[in-house]
């Protein structure tokens, strides 16, 4: 169990975020176009998870734009937003600001990888979400960054995050 906080209050996660060298869990996750996505449509890249609560909030919208902005600078990379968000809101998210270069994925048919990845939130005012993180993973699915944050209403470390890539 992770200790974060909303807007000061304790929230707890089910399970620990994978560690930098941990192997991390293969995921099914769901596209905007309601596709299902594993870690091996992904094999041979890096795999950046930008995992957030709702993208009807700014700060997780913010992350997206962010991720795909930088995302379009990165070779053999591919940048998952991941949230619970149904894909009918993400793809109307996505076409309406233009994101082109991540990967919108839900996890509403997933219990797994938010329990896997330690980021469910099981109390407080978000509890059902996923807590916001940043996990990188290199070829082989190991984790090479990992970065739960603390404050759910804040950023996460964009430039700490990617110089793992550079």
Known sequence: METV???GQPCHTYG???SVNDKAPCFNLVTKDLAEV??????GKYIVLNVFPSLDTPVCAASVRRFN???AKLKDVAVLCV????PFAMNRFCVAEGIENVIPVSAFRSPGFAQEYGLEL???PLAGLLAR???ILDKDRNVIYRELVDEITHEPDYDAALSVLK
Do not use: E, H, R, W
């Open 69 to 71: 902005q930088d995302a």
């Open 122 to 124: 099981v109390d407080g």
């Open 38 to 43: 594993t870690c091996k449509d992904f094999d």
């Open 83 to 86: 949230s619970m968000d149904l």
């Open 16 to 18: 620990n975020v994978p």
């Open 5 to 7: 906080y909303f807007k």
């Open 133 to 135: 993180a940043v996990i």
